[in-house]
């Protein structure tokens, strides 16, 4: 099961940039936004034809039920609004495959994304690794790197672009 979450993060896109351990943190009390809900088809580059969709749904108040599709390949994410140091931030949990569910104690389940809504669009950046170092051990030490390096305008990257959808 290892081996296949980790291949299927290396493929895709928003979670190349940084897979870790333990989450930035576990609380979640912001309330869910409803801007972001629905379905998202990522704006592939020239010369490109990516068929990545994101579905994101509402699962409780402050947490959202997350489906990524790309190439057939489908991952299933828990995910809720973090602020941490003043930087919001999305934190996301992946909790299973097309194929089963993630084991609890699986290593690299967490990455930690930032978005922004522009003109429509759904604009997915993930936290810099090389700022970040994606083997820090636990929360504590993540959330300190992370707090470190609020201020640098670096701190997420690799932006990925997504057009709403409609079935």
């Excluded at 940084?18 to 592939?44: F, M, N």
């Excluded at 090389?130 to 690799?158: C, G, T």
Aim: proline share 6%; glycine share 4%.
């Amino acid at each position: 099961m290892k081996k296949f979450v980790l291949m299927s993060f290396l493929s895709v896109f928003f979670l190349v940039a940084c897979e870790y351990d333990a989450p930035l943190t576990p609380d979640h009390s912001i309330p869910i936004d409803l801007a972001v809900l629905g379905c998202w088809k990522i704006v592939p580059g020239e010369n490109e034809n990516d068929t990545t969709e994101i579905r994101i749904f509402p699962f409780s108040e402050t947490e959202y039920s997350i489906h990524y599709s790309e190439d057939n390949d489908d991952l299933y994410f828990r995910a809720y609004a973090v602020n941490v140091g003043g930087i919001p931030a999305i934190q996301l949990e992946v909790i299973g495959t097309d194929e089963q569910a993630t084991d609890p104690d699986d290593d690299d389940r967490y990455q930690v994304v930032a978005y922004k809504l522009v003109n429509g669009f759904l604009e997915i950046r993930t936290l810099n690794s090389d700022l970040v170092d994606a083997e820090l051990p636990d929360s504590e030490s993540l959330r300190a790197a992370f707090i470190e390096h609020k201020d640098n305008p670096e701190l997420f990257n690799d932006p990925g672009k997504f057009r709403r959808i409609e079935y």
